[in-house]
């Protein structure tokens, strides 16, 4: 049965740790611990989580958008799990636009990122898949892949202005009303 783990605050060393690339795909415990991410993710309403977030410096994210309080215009995606994931190429585009973090409870900041990526990952199963995101969904990408580098998104911020508190951005997702 699936656990919802802990989620590792801002300040946890393992949140600044470059994550260690999984070599076994077929080790019985790298399925548990995505399905432990899978349980954790929805129990927390996020739109992804990488591995350090729950203390286990292993390169594996998962996507998982869907439409929720936080993100009430997110796309939904079936929950994917990623195994040492790497973005391959960022189109010249950015975009900014609002992100929160799990590991950064209450704080939401404007952050930078590439509008278009393309992506190569693992399955669980050891399946190499390459693709495409745009829009939310690479930015989600490219939040959680950030994770496993030891960079959160207060890092791509380019000024503490674009910063607000929880609070300031639910008024802020009131106003912008449906995109």
């Known amino acids: 049965m699936p656990r919802i783990l802990e989620i590792s605050q801002l300040g946890s060393p393992v949140i600044r740790e470059r994550a260690a690339k999984v070599t076994d795909i077929h080790d019985p415990q790298l399925q548990t611990l995505i399905d432990d991410l899978f349980a954790t993710v929805a129990a927390e309403n996020g739109m992804g989580i990488a591995a350090p977030q729950v203390s286990v410096s292993k390169r594996i994210i998962i996507l998982s958008p869907k439409p929720n309080a936080r993100y009430p215009y997110a796309p939904t995606m079936e929950p994917t799990a990623m195994i040492n994931p790497e973005m391959t190429w960022g189109s010249p585009e950015r975009e900014k636009d609002w992100e929160g973090c799990l590991t950064v ?23 190499q898949i390459e693709t495409e995101f745009d829009g939310f969904l690479a930015r989600v990408f490219q939040h959680e892949a950030d994770h496993l580098d030891g960079v959160v998104f207060l890092d791509r911020v380019e000024s503490t202005l674009d910063l607000v508190t929880e609070g300031e951005w639910q008024n802020i997702i009131a106003s912008r009303g449906p995109l």
């Open 105 to 127: 409870p209450g704080i939401r900041g404007l952050v930078p990122r590439h509008l278009t990526i393309r992506v190569r990952y693992h399955t669980p199963q050891g399946v």
